[in-house]
């Protein structure tokens, strides 16, 4: 069979398993989850045993050691797997609840009730642990999903995906509910993103070359980030004590995921104080620094930026500083620059929080806090499937519910329409 | 300056102009909003003579009555088009509004913001008046918009648009907030479609061929719906005098418009009774019922449906009927042939009402009500933007707070992450 028919195959499979997950109760498809992670547990040995022939085709291919750590399941990675699932399983079910009602004058009574999106394409790089993230969501807010991981995860991702299918059966659940794409080539994406019939959004998550192939190459609607250059403005009269710690957890936490800091902002006249404090921290952290001329003036050892670093997400113990004269610059700034992504002001001032909050147009805007909280565990929406830069649908780190939508229901007792 | 440029151009003038307006206060939205509707109290001379010119250039372009009618601006349009301002100047404003604020156990207060989504690009037919509650619309959602609708009424549109632009100057907001694209040409569209950078949303409105070109050709998110092909199940059991006056609304009321039923499925056990009385009705008001063959058998004069009736959005006094064993088949039939629009069921049975609002996959489901409520004014929302059929973002018809997001905004007392 071809990979277009193979795809397509899987689509129309995907589908029908959607219309029957839609229906399904609540304490179903927690059952199904839980069921998962039982045979997780019981396979164990099994997944494990898949994973390393990943491992060693990856060892052949010398795969960076980075991204072999990343494709490892261990024993921890089954437990953090497990300990997702049952997560997942205790979240409210967002299907099927309506919100509030309202009555219009000719006595309809109208609600929107929240109901499943379809099918979902979720197309991914190297971690396998992200096959039961995604999967235990999708199934969460009522989907049928297609998982394309890694080419060179697909023993790991089929390997789950068997064991998913299994625990699906064992509940009476379509098995078709999660698919994994069994094709290496990337064909077989470009086959996935015009199945505009059956699968009703993509979520790619990995790398922006990953991320800008399917977009430009999706027939399919794509929630997506490209990256995250995150910006913190230190402001004018800051609490310069709380302002380092923010900082410095921004960036030194875990420099290689997108809500960390890149890019800081510091009000000139706080610049000399906060910049000569925090440079000693980031400097016995092996923080690069590059900054502009009246950084550079102010920290010893500070290298000059130049123009490509302030769009720059670095990913690494690198920093892009910035002094400004105002808090209008650092506005400007971020949304030349920015990402959209996440930006924090630390102040002490109340109208200037406030039109931080407002005027900045980015996914989530924080005052006085990390930006290391953009995510959907943090903001208290349970796992979450990706974090979406894009304005329509979702914005922001994306939960079950956004792996939902509304319709209209209206209850009438014979109203016509004059 | 070519087409190209001429649209890039415009949509950088258009995201320029949506910065300024997202931080608008709603008094000076609707102070902007009732302005518009005084200029065009005051223009309204000027606006009807430049209508003239397209009408006397649709006439030598032998253009049919229909679209003529749809065309015409007349004193009665004018009226029209000052009662929608008004109403949406009376609407709540979404922007800026803070939903439920939860607080995470390490203090953080996190809610969501609802925000504009930018700049929005309407492409439609013929009728001008979408051109003035297009630009309410988005303006009191804190959005620039360009607009382009049919070349044969770009004269009134340009008309229409210098209007704004006056009152938008006499209120201080950004004259670029509206723009009507000056050029008849199609390729205007195209060149409409590729700013990424720039525009956050496309709504075609208009008949399905325009719908297909705009979706086939845009490389950004686009909100529509193709087509209406609306069911009424008539239940066994249900009350047939308030079937009847449903079924009839839906199908007569407003025979060319999308939430006309199109298709009528009624159970066997009422079959009889109920479809001689309508058809009746149907006969005297010039409906033609194309049926399946029971619909056939009881029905003096219906014509055989053919596999075509169906899917078919007739837009006129035709209407196909089927009889149906139970819901089920009611069910599967609107699953495979409906359009994801407005579907009905007429009955007296608390389960099936029940199972039918929450298995029916369409963005309006009615209870013993007419499918012709699905319009945001019948529903409550004030004024509407468009219907949309897709899933993503929006289900159903779209109001001002369709043309808005949400952000995340947290605010903290120095968080930081473990």
Redesign the interface.
């Known amino acids: 069979m071809s990979v277009e028919s193979t795809i397509q195959k899987m689509a129309l499979a995907a589908k029908n398993a959607s219309?029957q997950i839609?229906?399904c109760a609540t304490s179903q498809k927690n059952e199904a989850l839980l069921q998962i992670a039982a045979q997780i547990q019981e396979k164990a040995a099994y997944i494990i045993a898949q994973n390393n022939k990943d491992l060693m085709r990856a060892k052949e291919m010398e795969i960076s050691e980075a991204m072999i750590d990343r494709l490892t399941i261990g024993d921890a990675t089954i437990q953090t797997m497990i300990k997702g699932l049952k997560e997942v399983a205790e979240l409210e079910d967002p299907v099927?609840s309506l919100s509030h009602t309202?009555l219009?004058p000719n006595g309809?009574q109208?609600s929107r009730?929240r109901?499943p999106?379809?099918v979902i394409g979720i197309i991914y790089e190297s971690r396998p642990n992200v096959t039961i993230d995604a999967a235990g969501l999708c199934l969460k807010a009522g989907n049928a999903v297609i998982l394309r991981g890694g080419s060179e995860a697909l023993y790991s991702n089929q390997a789950l995906a068997a064991t998913i299918n299994q625990a699906l059966g064992q509940t009476g659940l379509p098995g078709n509910t999660v698919q994994v794409v069994p094709i290496r080539d990337r064909t077989a994406v470009n086959a996935l993103l015009c199945q505009t019939e059956y699968i009703?959004?993509i979520i790619p998550r990995g790398g922006e070359g990953l991320i800008r192939f399917v977009v430009d190459n999706s027939k399919i609607?794509v929630l997506k980030h490209y990256k995250g250059v995150c910006h913190v403005y230190v402001d004018d009269g800051a609490?310069l004590k709380?302002a380092e710690?923010?900082c410095?957890?921004?960036k030194v936490?875990?420099p290689g995921v997108c809500n960390a800091m890149e890019t800081m902002l510091v009000h000139k006249s706080v610049a000399q104080n906060f910049l000569t404090g925090i440079a000693k921290r980031f400097d016995a952290a092996g923080v690069e620094i590059r900054g502009c001329p009246e950084t550079c003036r102010l920290v010893t050892g500070a290298k000059a930026a130049v123009q490509d670093d302030w769009p720059t997400e670095y990913l690494d113990l690198v920093i892009a500083v910035k002094v400004v004269d105002n808090m209008d610059q650092a506005i400007d700034h971020i949304?030349y620059y920015g990402s959209d992504h996440t930006e924090a002001i630390v102040t002490s001032d109340y109208e200037r929080?406030k039109r931080f909050?407002?005027?900045v147009?980015?996914?989530?805007?924080?005052?006085?806090?990390?930006t290391?909280?953009?995510d959907g565990a943090?903001?208290?929406l349970g796992a979450e499937i990706g974090i979406s830069t894009?304005?329509?649908?979702a914005?922001?780190?994306m939960g079950v519910e956004e792996l939902t939508?509304?319709?209209?229901?209206?209850?009438?007792?014979?109203?016509?329409?004059e």
């Open positions: 219309l839609a229906k099927g309202w219009r309809l109208v009730m109901i999106l379809g009703d959004l609607p609490n709380k710690e923010i410095f957890n921004a936490q875990r949304a929080a909050v407002r005027e147009d980015s996914s989530v805007v924080l005052v006085n806090a990390s290391r909280f953009n943090q903001l208290g894009s304005k329509l649908h914005f922001g780190p939508t509304t319709k209209f229901v209206v209850f009438g007792d014979g109203q016509i329409r």
